[in-house]
């Protein structure tokens, strides 16, 4: 088990918004940075309307945000007011064949990721049901599914994505003053887009303006409806910026806010319980991987920066004791839904099968946050001998997750659990597995995902041979 003392890291400065250029500075000593040039990512129309999107979303957050909400006639006629001014569409959106191609792209490739712990297919069923009368949302829609499609064909010198992006703010700029749903919905999928190819440094910078809306509004996990779903859909990027820091940042919207207003965070099991829902059970393991993050970032402030947040000694063991508790009590009162239908001890990865889609990426995450505690456990802690004791075993475990479960709405949530788990392995067989498991995220689901396998490159002390490199021999996972 490795000793937290013994593992020196640089640490980024905490996080304020502000209007800089530049996004945190992330430790990576393993160089996130230096992935795939992307040109949609430096395009200056989209540098400049992303700042526009992001400073909207600042104001409205800081000043223009209602205090309570409005009467459902107010809202109407609010709605009804905001898209006259912000120009209602003009020209029919689905006139050109490709646009139709782009929507049923959405249905078909997109949509799974952001339903992924909603068996109601909020956003592939709702979202563009409401999409039709509302055309910021639409051009969202449309945005991110031609992004996703730019990323898997290789498109470097022309994007339709950036017109439906661009058209998208216009559209949204006029109404974010209104507290509609539709309008969080639309700012989330941009978001979304904007992660898809974002550089390591700027995860958090792309996240801040949803973080000030949710954070404005009191939107929670706990919330009804459609912003439910988007509430969950944006935590999970907020909890991939929280991993991507390496232990030097919690998520930007602290847990304690993803409850219902009010409620203590000691009463977070059993409002998750009281749902009986196999979805929110998997929001669970968001929120404790979310909590472990926390704790990641509390230690390693005191520890290397000095910060006065308490987080030593007692109250140190007893946060670290009962988050690990909490784990484990999520893994033995899992749903049926949630259990592997069939396991198998192969080498050297088991191969765990699950039929629900929320139980592939809510168990790889509870491994993920075993393997940030176990990492740091107080030396004073005296664990019970068995598995779920090793980091190992755990890491395991999250690659034989992905190589038993094709579902491309699971596929990009689980790069960063990856990275974690990879650092672990020291055989240069399961390292090119591990590699190829991410190079088949990235094909297949057009998400940015292969700037993490030379940070593993790094971690382990050599660079793994390309497929086309490989002499015989050669180790390949399929996804």
């Known amino acids: 088990?490795?000793?937290?003392?013994?593992?020196?890291?640089?640490?980024?400065?905490?996080?304020?918004?502000?209007?800089?250029?530049?996004?945190?500075?992330?430790?990576?000593?393993?160089?996130?940075?230096?992935?795939?040039?992307?040109?949609?990512?430096?395009?200056?129309?989209?540098?400049?309307?992303?700042?526009?999107?992001?400073?909207?979303?600042?104001?409205?957050?800081?000043?223009?945000?209602?205090?309570?909400?409005?009467?459902?006639?107010?809202?109407?006629?609010?709605?009804?007011?905001?898209?006259?001014?912000?120009?209602?569409?003009?020209?029919?959106?689905?006139?050109?064949?490709r646009r139709v191609e782009y929507l049923k792209n959405y249905v078909g490739q997109v949509a799974p990721w952001l339903d992924m712990f909603d068996s109601q297919c909020t956003f592939r069923v709702q979202i563009p049901a409401l999409a039709r009368s509302f055309p910021a949302l639409l051009n969202a829609i449309l945005a991110i599914s031609a992004r996703q499609m730019e990323r898997k064909e290789g498109t470097q010198d022309s994007f339709d994505s950036l017109e439906f992006y661009q058209e998208a703010i216009r559209l949204?700029?006029?109404?974010?003053?209104?507290?509609?749903?539709?309008?969080?919905?639309?700012?989330?999928?941009?978001?979304?887009?904007?992660?898809?190819?974002?550089?390591?440094?700027?995860?958090?910078?792309?996240?801040?303006?949803?973080?000030?809306?949710?954070?404005?509004?009191?939107?929670?996990?706990?919330?009804?409806?459609?912003l439910q779903a988007v509430f969950w859909c944006y935590v999970r990027m907020d909890l991939c910026g929280a991993l991507i820091s390496d232990g030097t940042q919690s998520t930007l919207l602290r847990p304690s806010k993803w409850l219902s207003p009010g409620c203590s965070e000691d009463d977070a099991a059993r409002l998750?319980?009281?749902?009986?829902?196999?979805?929110?059970h998997a929001n669970y393991a968001v929120y404790l991987c979310a909590k472990a993050c926390e704790l990641v970032s509390d230690r390693t402030q005191f520890v290397e920066l000095g910060v006065r947040n308490e987080c030593k000694g007692d109250t140190f063991q007893r946060r670290w004791f009962r988050l690990w508790n909490d784990l484990q009590k999520w893994l033995e009162n899992r749903p049926p839904e949630l259990l592997p239908v069939h396991t198998t001890a192969t080498k050297p990865f088991p191969h765990i099968?699950?039929?629900?889609?929320?139980?592939?990426?809510?168990?790889?995450?509870?491994?993920?946050?075993?393997?940030?505690?176990?990492?740091?456990?107080?030396?004073?802690?005296?664990?019970?001998?068995?598995?779920?004791?090793?980091?190992?075993?755990?890491?395991?475990?999250?690659?034989?997750?992905?190589?038993?479960?094709?579902?491309?709405?699971?596929?990009?949530?689980?790069?960063?659990?990856?990275?974690?788990?990879?650092?672990?392995?020291?055989?240069?067989?399961?390292?090119k597995i591990i590699v190829d498991v991410i190079r088949n995220i990235e094909a297949k689901t057009g998400w940015g995902a292969c700037w993490r396998i030379r940070d593993l490159e790094l971690a382990w002390g050599y660079q793994v041979p390309r497929p086309e490199q490989a002499g015989p021999g050669r180790v390949s996972a399929t996804v």
């Open 1 to 97: 088990m490795n000793d937290w003392h013994s593992q020196p890291r640089a640490l980024a400065p905490s996080y304020t918004p502000s209007d800089s250029t530049e996004g945190p500075a992330f430790a990576s000593p393993l160089g996130s940075a230096n992935w795939g040039h992307d040109e949609f990512s430096h395009d200056p129309g989209f540098l400049a309307s992303q700042e526009e999107l992001r400073c909207m979303l600042f104001n409205i957050a800081h000043s223009a945000a209602p205090t309570r909400a409005p009467t459902p006639d107010e809202h109407t006629q609010d709605v009804e007011q905001a898209q006259k001014r912000g120009g209602a569409p003009m020209r029919p959106v689905l006139s050109h064949p």
């Open 172 to 226: 949204l700029s006029p109404l974010l003053q209104v507290r509609d749903p539709k309008v969080v919905a639309a700012c989330v999928l941009l978001c979304c887009l904007e992660m898809m190819s974002a550089r390591a440094q700027d995860w958090r910078r792309h996240l801040e303006g949803c973080t000030a809306l949710f954070d404005a509004f009191e939107i929670h996990g706990f919330s009804s409806g459609l």
């Open 272 to 280: 998750f319980y009281a749902a009986q829902s196999p979805n929110m």
């Open 353 to 431: 099968l699950f039929l629900h889609w929320a139980a592939i990426s809510s168990n790889q995450l509870y491994h993920t946050a075993s393997i940030l505690l176990l990492n740091m456990m107080p030396k004073t802690v005296k664990l019970p001998p068995g598995p779920a004791v090793s980091a190992l075993w755990h890491a395991r475990r999250i690659c034989g997750i992905s190589l038993a479960n094709p579902h491309h709405g699971c596929l990009n949530n689980a790069i960063q659990p990856l990275w974690i788990a990879g650092r672990l392995f020291s055989h240069i067989s399961e390292h």
